[in-house]
């Protein structure tokens, strides 16, 4: 290669690292107007350009290069600039929707990679993380996480061996989305937000708009819709700047669901429709479809029944073109939300039988799969209340254990905690309390470990009012209640079901709590520490003794599932327990449970690894001693600092 044409490749390469690509895409359009460029020289032009389109998100353009410059490298045995183009190739077949394609051609580069080994070539090692990087990119968006994420650290373990920046940061930011998509919400924001140093030092701002985005993703799940809105329109500005249609359509799109949520539906079906122009010139058929289902299920919420009928005759030509499995699913649950929304029992009966046929065929996109037994679950509630038949309750029961498994093997854990608290509801139903609150307490301790924090206190604020329903429900046990009753004083589903369909769900107004008492006991019931928020004759002998039976009561039951914290109904009081190893941390409260929880847990955490407290209190089990005033005193500096002193 002459040294003018490397020189400028180089410059061509370096504009795309800063994210300039219509630049770079200059550079290598003025290299190849010269007429004595030799045969390497035009490999490395196709193979650039073929790569600046991909980031463009003009993917067709992009393949039709990689695949002349492949059968050019093959038939000159350059393995090197074949592996290159073997990976424009793959990236363009995924971003395509092609995940197969993109797999089958990835390993065309073992033949590649054993030519160069022989060769001993240094370049090896960066190819290789590249590849393990997008095979993971694939298996991501196939839905199998967990070869996507070991194929992700190995990459990332190579890049950090090569000291690459852009590479470790582009690495961190999918295992950022990775483990968003598990639910592993702080996970996700930690590679994010490392990622997004690394963008910062680069100076590259497509990169960085990439990182806004992704963060934005994150505070839509935990119900920071406001958030999200501001990081997605900020990449939007970031990524119009470059002209980078794939990404800039992401964005739009991103940004309609967000009104969606909010419901301002006229200004969500603008954005979508913005993305919908842009996905048509991409050519991405799976895009557009989604696109379009957007189109119709913000019509439906709208109530704008014919404009959903537009856009679903548009997808349903979509749909006539070929055989594509992702697109035929969202055609027919499509198809099933328009039935849905008829008051024609035939037509509802017909949604129905779209749904279930949905759900029993392979899963090719489990948003579809999960949507699809969502629809299924709202009509057999509309049944369900209408009717009141046993047999139709029965019918949910196994839909919703569904959702269970999916949430569980894809690792969701936003919809698994959607999905304890809809069982929970069930329970009610089957006048099951005990199941109830456990499930009540596992849905919220999920939420609470995955930094879902809008979720658990909605389940908190759920729990609260069981508590305080107890004596209705038992009331209904009594009479032994027939399912309509039940079903008349359950709100069973609805607001579950909103969320998990992530629409706008009001938070509830959460107030501090009023102290009364914190104890910490042993196993057996006995008090080693007692501290009263009550003056005098406010807390009397006969109070402290009810309280102390009713956790003693319970306390077996408490100590076999550890981690948790259970709630107890005393009178007007609620009583909070929290075991750890051979002790009962107790809070007693009166008002909402929700910030008194996260107070009981830290103070909990704060003794158990506090050494000299902790052995002492491990010491008067064994001696039967009191503990001693150097840990009375750190008790109560302690709890000073966790507890209101009064309400």
């Known amino acids: 290669m002459s040294s003018l044409s490397s020189e400028e490749l180089e410059r061509a390469e ?172 702080h996970k996700a924001l930690e590679y994010y937000e490392n990622s997004s140093k690394l963008y910062y030092e680069i100076g590259n701002k497509d990169d960085m708009a990439t990182s806004l985005n992704n963060i934005g993703n994150v505070y839509r799940v935990q119900g920071e819709l406001e958030k999200a809105l501001e990081n997605y329109k900020q990449s939007l500005s970031y990524w119009e700047e470059f002209g980078n249609n794939q ?185 099951d309390l005990n199941k109830a609150r456990e499930l009540l307490s596992n849905a919220q301790s999920i939420a609470e470990k995955k930094g879902l924090r809008r979720l658990a206190m909605n389940i908190s604020s759920d729990h609260d009012e069981l508590l305080n329903q107890l004596s209705e429900w038992e009331e209904l046990i009594s009479k032994n209640a027939s399912l309509k009753d039940r079903l008349e004083f359950a709100q069973l589903g609805e607001l579950v079901i909103k969320q998990m369909k992530r629409r706008e769900v009001d938070i509830p107004e959460i107030t501090n709590e009023e102290p009364i008492m914190l104890l910490i006991l042993a196993e057996s019931g006995t008090p080693l520490f007692t501290k009263n928020y009550l003056e005098g004759s406010e807390l009397d002998g006969i109070l402290i003794g009810g309280f102390l039976a009713a956790i003693i009561s319970f306390s077996r039951e408490t100590f076999s599932s550890e981690g948790s914290i259970e709630r107890i109904k005393h009178q007007e009081y609620t009583l909070l327990l929290k075991p750890k190893q051979k002790f009962l941390f107790s809070y007693v409260i009166k008002g909402q449970s929700y910030s008194a929880l996260q107070k009981l847990e830290a103070f909990t955490k704060i003794i158990s690894t506090s050494t000299s407290v902790w052995d002492d209190l491990n010491n008067v089990l064994k001696t039967s001693k009191t503990i001693t005033p150097a840990s009375r005193t750190m008790l109560d500096e302690i709890a000073k600092m966790i507890f209101p002193s009064k309400f």
């Open 247 to 431: 990404f800039i359509s992401l964005s739009l799109c991103n940004i309609g669901e967000i009104y969606q949520q909010k419901g301002d539906f006229d200004t969500a079906v603008y954005y979508f429709k913005k993305a919908l122009n842009l996905k048509e010139e991409i050519g991405n058929k799976q895009e557009i479809a989604l696109n379009l289902f957007y189109l119709i299920s913000v019509s439906i919420d709208a109530k704008e029944k014919r404009r959903a009928e537009r856009y679903f005759n548009r997808l349903k030509q979509l749909n006539g073109l070929d055989t594509d499995k992702v697109v035929f699913q969202m055609y027919r649950l499509a198809e099933a939300m328009i039935l849905k929304t008829s008051n024609r029992m035939r037509d509802k009966v017909q949604a129905q039988e779209l749904l279930r046929e949905i759900i029993e065929e392979e899963i090719v996109d489990h948003s579809l799969t999960v949507l699809s037994l969502l629809n299924l679950c709202e009509l057999l509630l509309e049944e369900l209340k209408i009717t009141g038949e046993k047999e139709v309750l029965e019918i949910v029961k196994p839909i919703v254990n569904s959702l269970d498994e999916i949430a569980k093997r894809q690792q969701s854990y936003d919809l698994l905690a959607k999905m304890y608290w809809f069982k929970s509801q069930l329970a009610l139903i089957d006048l």
């Open 14 to 185: 370096q504009l795309v690292l800063e994210g300039k690509y219509n630049k770079a895409l200059q550079v290598v359009g003025a290299i190849e107007k010269r007429k004595k460029l030799s045969n390497k020289e035009q490999l490395n032009c196709k193979i650039l350009k073929s790569s600046i389109l991909n980031k463009l998100g003009k993917y067709e353009k992009a393949l039709g290069l990689a695949e002349v410059a492949l059968k050019e490298c093959r038939s000159r045995k350059n393995h090197l600039l074949g592996t290159d183009a073997v990976i424009e190739i793959a990236h363009s077949f995924w971003r395509l929707g092609e995940f197969d394609k993109s797999l089958r051609i990835i390993s065309e580069n073992d033949k590649f990679f054993t030519k160069i080994k022989q060769q001993k070539n240094s370049e090896l090692k960066y190819k290789e993380a590249i590849v393990l990087r997008l095979q993971g990119v694939v298996y991501h968006s196939k839905g199998e996480l967990n070869k996507a994420q070991k194929l992700y650290k190995r990459s990332l373990d190579m890049w950090e061996k090569i000291g690459d920046k852009k590479e470790i940061s582009i690495v961190m930011n999918n295992l950022g989305v990775l483990f968003k998509t598990k639910g592993e919400l």
